[in-house]
Structure formats: C-alpha cells, structure tokens
Nanobody
Framework: VQLQASGGGLVQAGGSLRLSCAASGRTGRSYLMGWFRQAPGKEREFVASAHTSGGSVYYADSVKGRFTISRESAKNSMYLQMNSLKPEDTAVYYC????????????????????WGQGTQVTVSS
C-alpha cells in the first residue's frame, strides 16, 4: 500500500488549505484513513480519521469545527479541509491507513496504523 499526501503550503492565519491523500496498492475497499501532524520539537498527534465504509468520523479537540475529513471512494482518496487555520496548526501532516479497522472505533495512536504517507508541510503565518 502506498499513500501520497499533497496540498500543503504556506497560508496566513484564518486561511484555508485542503490536503489530499491518495491510496494505491492492495488496500481493498474497507480501511480506515487517519491524519496526523507533527510540529517541530513536538510529538506526532492525531488530527482526524474516517473509515471508507462509513461510520463515525473523529477529530482531535484542537481542530473540531475547523477541519473536515471527507472521502472519495472512486479515487481511493481522502481529504482534509482545513479552515480558520492558526499558527499552531503549523506542522508536517501525514496520512495513514489502518487495515482491518472497526468502523466505529477511534484510533489515535500512530502505532495503530499500518501504512504512512510521506507528509506534507503546512505553515500558517500570523
């Protein structure tokens, strides 16, 4: 399984970005995709997750109401729409896939995920 993340960039505070993550290879139709981020000097943290077969969508408290995760099954892709961006959102954002995931479960630990993309830089200026 390969994951290709894109869409990062430099934006002013209050602006928006849309991250994309395209999965290829033997993903099957049913898996969980998550977004994580890692800021300089900080640990990687969970941002959001959604299952390709529906079910609950989860967000970290720090992004609730500002970020939205969505799926496009035909393209085996998932997106993270980020609005009202803040300087503290600055980080490298990673998409990750967990196979054999329960649709309603929340997986927030990086080690729960099986495959990772290369990361895309998001920088929010004040």
């Amino acid at each position: 399984v390969q994951l290709q993340a894109s869409g990062g960039g430099l934006v002013q505070a209050g602006g928006s970005l849309r991250l994309s993550c395209a999965a290829s290879g033997r993903t099957g139709r049913s898996y969980l995709m998550g977004w994580f981020r890692q800021a300089p000097g900080k640990e990687r943290e969970f941002v959001a997750s959604a299952h390709t077969s529906g079910g609950s969508v989860y967000y970290a408290d720090s992004v609730k109401g500002r970020f939205t995760i969505s799926r496009e099954s035909a393209k085996n892709s998932m997106y993270l729409q980020m609005n009202s961006l803040k300087p503290e959102d600055t980080a490298v954002y990673y998409c990750a896939v967990k196979m054999a995931a329960w649709r309603e479960a929340m997986y927030v630990r990086g080690r729960d995920y099986d495959y990772w993309g290369q990361g895309t830089q998001v920088t929010v200026s004040s």
